[in-house]
């Protein structure tokens, strides 16, 4: 079925009750509708009862717990997504003769990346484009763009699965071994992946303890286990952990661009690269994306060109 999008309401509002048809079927039911659209179930129930009304046929088939389409629904359901979407498009084609960027650009990141970077290039977008405004979730839920009202959502991964989204590659999350000099001095330099059984590492625990770490080498990735007695589930603590002196962290290295720079950590087996990730920009598939989603999506690219010293424009 054609995508639904976020409709203006103004444009819009002489065809309230096919938004209030089409909202209810979408949300499965009359209570979940109206708190999406501001209004009361009964208000939702009375729409949709005239609307049958005027097209002497009923389109929905209502139980106590349970809303479904009727043969009818189901077709004049999927014209009202039609109407609707090329209603919108009008409405941004309208809008794209004026290719300021401007509005609110709701924006979806991970925690610690949001927390590091998004956040720094939103806000510095914002000193380009004054008319945005930003509103930016620093979560590591992966939110449904569409249905939860997100222009755009920065993610990492190592690949992401076709999701009918527009995927924009900004960058690799390299990562790097690290640690502080106090420890090594201590400790001593591994050498080699191996030698990393006989030192203290950090852990990271997105939801169990990951004590294996992956290592590319010219006969592919190789896993090497690792242990050690401080674990957590947020980089920024590993990070913090590495700078006290307690161990060896595996972390982005945007993460730890400026404790590098200092000499406030040391990279470890440079020579043995960390098996990495991807970020990526997403945002919803449309004939007539708009201009802050443009905008920000070159603005964000150039941030992490400049940042990390990569340049790649691959979709």
């Known amino acids: 079925m054609p995508e639904r999008k976020k409709q203006s309401p103004v444009l819009l509002e002489g065809l309230m009750p096919l938004v209030v048809f089409v909202r209810a079927v979408d949300d499965k039911g009359f209570s979940a509708a109206a708190r999406r659209l501001g209004l009361t179930p009964s208000a939702v ?8 009304e005027r097209l002497g046929s009923r389109l929905l088939q209502r139980t106590t717990h349970h809303l479904s389409l009727t ?27 004026d290719e300021r960027p401007k509005g609110t650009l709701r924006i979806s990141a991970p925690t610690v990346l949001g ?3 998004v956040g720094a290039a939103a806000a510095a977008f914002q000193d380009f484009f004054p008319e945005v ?9 992966v939110v449904d763009l569409v249905e939860e009202g997100f222009d755009a ?3 990492i991964a190592g690949t992401l699965k076709d999701s009918g989204l527009v995927v924009r590659r900004l ?15 201590r400790a001593g330099r591994p050498r080699a992946p191996e030698d990393l059984a006989q030192h203290e590492c950090l852990l990271f625990k997105p939801g169990r303890v990951v004590r294996e770490w992956q290592f590319q080498g010219p006969e592919g990735t190789r896993s090497v286990k690792v242990q050690g007695r401080f674990v957590a589930n947020n980089n920024l ?14 972390l982005p290295r945007y993460l730890v ?3 590098l720079r200092s000499g406030a950590l040391v990279s470890l087996l440079t020579e043995h690269p960390v098996t990495d990730r991807h970020i990526y920009l997403v945002y919803p598939h449309r004939r007539l994306t708009p201009p802050k989603v443009r905008a920000f999506a070159d603005f964000i690219a150039r941030y992490f060109q400049r940042i990390l010293g990569q340049s790649d424009t691959r979709p």
């Open 45 to 52: 129930s009375k729409q949709v009862a005239q609307l049958e």
């Open 71 to 97: 043969e009818a629904g189901s077709i004049f359901y999927e014209h009202c997504q039609r109407v609707l979407g090329e209603l919108e498009d009008a409405r941004l084609a309208m809008a794209a003769l």
């Open 115 to 117: 927390e590091v970077h």
């Open 133 to 141: 405004q930003v509103e930016l979730e620093a979560s590591d839920r």
């Open 153 to 155: 959502a920065v993610r």
């Open 171 to 185: 960058a690799a999350e390299e990562r790097v071994l690290c640690a502080s000099p106090f420890y090594l001095q």
């Open 237 to 250: 603590v590993l990070r913090q952990a590495a700078l006290l002196g307690r161990g060896i962290a595996n």
């Open 257 to 259: 661009l400026e404790e």
